[in-house]
């Protein structure tokens, strides 16, 4: 008689996913999600500070020529004693409002956005680095502006010199994401001319011409600028100064339309142009600063109350041209 075999049949084990499916199917595994692009948005920095700063750290306070005021200007960021901030909490006003609002929709497209600053005081910072509160700009006829007038030469080559000679531990090509990522850079006439050298490095590191876009109203002349001018003042409203930023919350807004790519993004901007209303803008004849601050003197002398907005506004009525931010400069030096 023959032993009943003692050897067994192995069966598959169960995982037990398949009672739980519909139909007793085994569900498909999910796909995995894609790493988010590297988004960078460049800013220019904003003239207004929460922290007033050492007169030491005003660029104003420096005497020297042209030539050694960018040397004369490290050495101070060195050597006075400030407490330091970090720069997103130091900037304030129109503009930067609508960059960090900017930045903030931007990461709701890509939790790997990133916000970068233009200082004229410090060179390329990341928006977390931590500074001095100083007073210099890019922008001509203010009281710290890096440019002074015809003695300092050429304007554009004084510029340029002065960004080449900060303390740059950053460049523009060097932030230029690969792959999928993207670089905008926002910000006026002055400050392109004195980062244009950078940007052309940056711009040669996007042969396909998609991933470095510029974001200024009125500038002409470089390939990378997206087609924006000051007839969006209607559309976007806020300050001229801030016309730049409020355009890149539009664009952030709607990312994940264009996904920050130049062509995209150009096309976006063309068709919101299809609705803008030319925006008033009254023409006056140009004055200097001197012209300004006599105009002034005259007001105040006549009304001791009036404010700076309705004096500015009691200039222009008068057909004198004068942006904003330099009549706001003239009216403290005045006081």
């Known amino acids: 008689m023959k032993k009943a075999s003692t050897a067994t049949t192995r069966t598959r084990r169960s995982s037990g996913l398949t009672s739980?499916?519909?139909g007793g199917a085994t569900p498909r595994a999910k796909p995995k999600r894609g790493r988010p692009p590297t988004i960078v948005l460049v800013v220019a920095c904003s003239q207004r500070k929460r922290i007033a700063p050492l007169m030491e750290l005003r660029l104003s306070s420096i005497t020297a020529s042209a030539a050694r005021r960018p040397e004369r200007w490290r050495s101070r960021l060195q050597r006075f004693e400030a407490a330091s901030h970090?720069?997103?909490?130091l900037y304030m006003?129109?503009?930067?409002?609508?960059?960090c609002q900017a930045y903030q929709l931007a990461q709701r497209y890509s939790t790997r956005t990133e916000l970068w600053i233009v200082s004229a005081g410090y060179g390329l910072i990341a928006a977390d680095d931590a500074i001095k509160?100083?007073?210099a700009t890019f922008s001509s006829g203010l009281a710290d502006s890096v440019w002074r007038g015809p003695v300092d030469g050429d304007r554009d080559s004084c510029l340029q010199r002065w960004w080449a000679e900060l303390a740059?531990?950053?460049?523009?090509?060097?932030?230029?994401p690969r792959g999928d990522g993207a670089l905008v850079l926002v910000a006026g006439a002055a400050y392109l001319t004195a980062v244009s050298a950078d940007l052309e490095t940056a711009l040669s590191r996007d042969p396909n011409s998609e991933r470095v876009s510029v974001v200024s109203a009125g500038t002409r002349g470089n390939g990378a600028l997206l087609p924006v001018d000051g007839r969006f003042r209607g559309l976007l409203g806020g300050t001229d100064s801030s016309l730049n930023a409020r355009l890149l919350v539009r664009l952030a807004a709607d990312a994940s339309t264009h996904r920050f790519r130049r062509?995209?993004?150009a096309e976006f901007v063309t068709g919101m142009a299809q609705q803008l209303i030319p925006s008033p803008r009254r023409h006056g004849r140009s004055a200097t600063d001197g012209d300004v601050l006599v105009e002034i003197t005259a007001m105040r002398s006549r009304r001791a109350s009036i404010s700076r907005t309705q004096a500015l506004r009691d200039l222009r009525s008068r057909g004198v041209a004068c942006e904003q931010t330099r009549f706001a400069s003239l009216w403290r030096r005045s006081a």
């Not at 970090?86 to 909490?89: E, H, L, N, P, S």
């Open 168 to 176: 740059q531990t950053r460049s523009l090509a060097e932030l230029v």
């Open 263 to 265: 062509p995209a993004m």
């Open 20 to 22: 739980l499916s519909p």
């Open 93 to 99: 006003g129109d503009h930067w409002h609508a960059a």
């Open 133 to 135: 509160p100083y007073s």
């Open 86 to 89: 970090v720069a997103q909490d």
